[in-house]
């Protein structure tokens, strides 16, 4: 069984980059159901990226972790959740190289108490009412492409290379056998890199912004050429909508910005935007340092999203080129949200593993 019109949503890792745009766009356009999001505010959470929402009556915060199954179920019953979007991930990638036990705690267990409680929640013990399981994956799954590979499908075979992108593939098949085996009606989306307002300033695009602004290097691994299919987070957004309104069980689905660039490409179109944003005297791409390179560091992402358009019309909406723009707008306009990160956690993660040369540091 499964809902087509999402009435009362329980968003996982809400207070996390997607997850936050995903609530913004959400109660932007559907007013008047329920959402409530579920995050455990791990470093990678930030309340203050929901604040302007906290006082709509469709919204409520639980400060909760996606491994209490008993509590999640609780949840479920208690607000008579509909539809979950499961963001609540570790997902950097760099972290699962230098320490992957959290990501299989979270990724792959979260995700089973997640589907447990579902279950338990939704097919055990009543009528089982419309629902649906939105699990929110990455194409890092599908492994690394050559320079004249054919973009991922939904079909390419699975071969993931980090311990972040096996910990996700192994939570996708988890979604899978819970739909195959008990019925739960589950979609599944696998997207490409994203990017835009409220992301955590370790990845690539926010931490060279930031690092441009405190005068520190932009640190390009390796030779720079690896190449991502950068997605602006509202057209990742739109996406899931189009999943969760008419996508069908059982299905996976591909998000994709259609914008492969490699990541010496994006740091000097970032650093152009700079030198007309805030003029240096010097170029911002001076900054440029090629650093040591990611262990495993796949090679090319790229997205075919045919599935996605033919079946429910979707087409991403910004260029990269205009969507970066907007971002490091954003980002100029909102230090009041950046700049209490770089104090906290963050930058003590970033020294026990890298020291200060590799990354950004304050
Ligand atoms: P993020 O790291 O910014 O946020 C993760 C959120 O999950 C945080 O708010 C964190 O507090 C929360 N969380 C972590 N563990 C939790 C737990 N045990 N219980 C409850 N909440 C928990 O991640 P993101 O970049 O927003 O990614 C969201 C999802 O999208 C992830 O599943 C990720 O694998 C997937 N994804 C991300 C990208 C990308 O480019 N960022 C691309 C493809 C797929
Ligand atoms: O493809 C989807 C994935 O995109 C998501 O599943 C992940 O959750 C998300 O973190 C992202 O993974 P990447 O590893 O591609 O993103 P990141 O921003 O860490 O790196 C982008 C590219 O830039 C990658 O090739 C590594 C490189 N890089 C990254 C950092 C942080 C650098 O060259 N220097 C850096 O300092």
């Known amino acids: 069984m499964s809902t087509q019109t999402p009435q009362r949503l329980l968003v996982t890792g809400g207070a996390g980059f997607i997850g936050a745009n995903f609530v913004h766009y959400w109660l932007a356009r559907h007013r008047g159901g329920r959402l409530v999001v579920l995050d455990a505010l791990t470093y990678a959470g930030n309340r203050a990226s929901l604040a302007a929402l906290e006082a709509l009556p469709e919204f409520r915060f639980v400060h909760g972790d996606i491994r209490?199954?008993?509590?999640?179920?609780?949840?479920?019953?208690?607000?008579?959740?509909?539809?979950?979007?499961?963001f609540a991930a570790e997902s950097h990638v760099d972290r699962s190289i230098a320490g992957p036990d959290a990501f299989i705690d979270t990724n792959v267990l979260g995700t089973h108490s997640l589907l447990k409680a579902a279950r338990a929640a939704w097919l055990e013990d009543r009528a089982a009412p419309a629902h649906r399981f939105h699990h929110v994956s990455t194409d890092e799954v599908y492994g690394s492409l050559g320079p004249d590979d054919p973009p991922f499908r939904e079909t390419t075979p699975?071969?993931?290379?980090?311990?972040?992108?096996?910990?996700k593939a192994a939570s996708d098949h988890l979604v899978r056998a819970y739909h195959h085996t008990y019925g739960l009606a589950t979609t599944i989306s696998n997207c490409s890199n994203n990017y835009g307002p409220y992301q955590f300033p370790e990845k690539l695009i926010p931490?060279?912004?930031?690092?441009?602004?405190?005068?520190?290097?932009l640190?390009?691994?390796?030779?720079?050429?690896?190449v991502r299919d950068w997605l602006h987070v509202e057209d990742?957004?739109?996406?899931?909508?189009?999943?969760?309104?008419?996508?069908?069980?059982?299905?996976?689905?591909?998000?994709?910005?259609?914008?492969?660039?490699?990541?010496?490409?994006?740091v000097h179109a970032?650093?152009?935007?700079?030198?007309?944003?805030?003029?240096?005297?010097?170029?911002?791409?001076?900054?440029?340092?090629?650093?040591?390179?990611?262990?495993?560091?796949?090679?090319?992402?790229?997205?075919d999203e045919t599935r996605?358009?033919?079946?429910?019309?979707?087409?991403?909406?910004?260029?990269?080129?205009d969507g970066l723009q907007q971002t490091v707008d954003w980002y100029l306009a909102h230090e009041d949200w950046w700049r209490p990160i770089l104090s906290g956690e963050y930058r003590d993660w970033v020294g026990r593993h890298y020291g200060t040369a590799r990354t950004a540091s304050p």
């Open 219 to 226: 640190p390009i691994y390796g030779d720079g050429q690896n």
């Open 236 to 266: 990742h957004c739109r996406g899931i909508e189009l999943i969760l309104e008419g996508g069908q069980p059982g299905r996976t689905y591909n998000i994709g910005g259609g914008a492969e660039r490699t990541n010496l490409e994006v």
């Open 68 to 86: 209490d199954t008993d509590r999640v179920e609780r949840l479920l019953r208690e607000e008579d959740i509909d539809t979950i979007v499961h």
């Open 158 to 167: 699975y071969a993931p290379n980090s311990p972040y992108a096996a910990s």
């Open 207 to 217: 931490l060279c912004l930031i690092n441009l602004l405190d005068g520190k290097p």
């Open 308 to 321: 996605l358009r033919r079946e429910l019309g979707y087409a991403p909406s910004r260029t990269f080129e």
């Open 270 to 303: 970032l650093c152009a935007i700079m030198d007309e944003r805030r003029p240096a005297g010097a170029p911002h791409a001076r900054r440029i340092e090629f650093v040591r390179d990611r262990p495993g560091h796949d090679r090319r992402y790229a997205i």
